[in-house]
């Protein structure tokens, strides 16, 4: 087996849903530019990743997170 393996991060804490208002959680799961990482660097599984997509587009739309970086 592959020592470079990587583990989901909701599977391993044992988390039942993703919210939306936790936006340092998701800020994790974004880049510099608030894309959404896809799951093979973060290892995350499917299930998890379609959750958290779902999470971070509902805060986007909230406004909890933001959609671009602004530029000044």
Not at 25 to 47: A, D, E, N, V
Request: glycine fraction near 2%; hydrophobic fraction near 30%.
């Amino acid at each position: 087996m592959n020592n470079n393996t990587k583990h989901c991060h909701f599977c391993v804490t044992n988390t039942k849903w993703i919210d939306y208002k936790d936006t340092e959680t998701l800020k994790k799961f974004t880049s510099m530019q608030y894309k959404i990482i896809p799951p093979k660097r973060t290892g995350t599984c499917s299930k998890h990743q379609r959750e958290l997509a779902k999470a971070i587009k509902r805060a986007r739309f909230m406004s909890l997170l933001g959609y671009t970086v602004l530029k000044k």
